[in-house]
């Protein structure tokens, strides 16, 4: 069982920045991949980027490639998404999850993750 919570949300501003955490409890975080999901009023929950379980491999949505930044310190069972240049259409709730999914990449599917947080709000407004 993986527990885990979201945090470093708000308002910002269009070309502004913020970076979120997520911590995990439980002695086997560093056995998951770990990924970061986001979604807006209306629209689907999708990938925005995900980390392996050592943090060796990591992969993006397009849209934010060049911009979000994800990490992981698995001595403080914690992942980041650093996010840079956001715009409007980055503003969503996003989660954090984990997934225990065999493989060298975290997966871009959300159906491959087994535990989620509750999300934390972004919001990017003039």
């Known amino acids: 069982q993986v527990q885990l919570v979201e945090s470093g949300g708000g308002l910002v501003q269009p070309g502004g920045s913020l970076r979120l955490s997520c911590a995990a409890s439980?002695?086997?975080?560093?056995?998951?991949?770990m990924g970061w999901f986001r979604q807006a009023p209306g629209k689907e929950r999708e990938f925005v980027a995900a980390?392996?379980?050592?943090?060796?491999?990591?992969n993006y949505a397009d849209s934010v490639k060049g911009r979000f930044t994800i990490s992981r310190d698995n001595a403080k069972n914690t992942v980041y998404l650093q996010m840079n240049s956001l715009k409007p259409d980055d503003t969503a709730v996003y989660y954090c999850?984990?997934?225990?999914?065999?493989?060298?990449?975290?997966?871009?599917?959300?159906?491959?993750?087994?535990?989620w947080g509750q999300g934390t709000q972004v919001t990017v407004s003039s």
């Open positions: 999850a984990a997934s225990n999914r065999p493989g060298d990449y975290g997966p871009p599917s959300r159906y491959a993750y087994n535990y």
């Open positions: 439980g002695r086997t975080f560093s056995s998951y991949h």
């Open positions: 980390i392996s379980w050592k943090g060796a491999y990591t």
